[in-house]
Nanobody, 118 residues
């Protein structure tokens, strides 16, 4: 499985962005998919995940009620809608596929940079 994240950019605080993660391979629909982020000088942080059946996406407390994860299995694409963005959300955002543990995944995308200005 290859993952290609896109949609990052520069946005003002309070604004919105939608990230996409396009997956190759026919097994996308089987996988739990996740989003992570890594801010400069910090460790990678879990953002949220969504199961193959799209039921009950789970979010980190830091993004709950602001971010929404969704997926389109027909298009093999994962999304991250980010609203009410804050400067603290500035990071490289990564998508991941095939959850093997609480925060571990078998496949990772290359990341897309989100910068939130104050």
């Amino acid at each position: 499985v290859q993952l290609q994240a896109s949609g990052g950019g520069l946005v003002q605080a309070g604004g919105s962005l939608r990230l996409s993660c396009a997956a190759s391979g026919r097994t996308f629909r089987r996988y739990t998919m996740g989003w992570f982020r890594q801010a400069p000088g910090k460790e990678r942080e879990f953002v949220g995940h969504i199961s193959w059946s799209e039921s009950s996406p789970y979010y980190a407390d830091s993004v709950k009620d602001r971010f929404t994860i969704s997926r389109d299995n027909a298009k093999s694409t994962l999304y991250l809608q980010m609203n009410s963005l804050k400067p603290d959300d500035t990071a490289i955002y990564y998508c991941a596929a095939d959850r093997t543990g609480q925060y571990t995944y078998r496949y990772w995308g290359q990341g897309t940079l989100v910068t939130v200005s104050s």
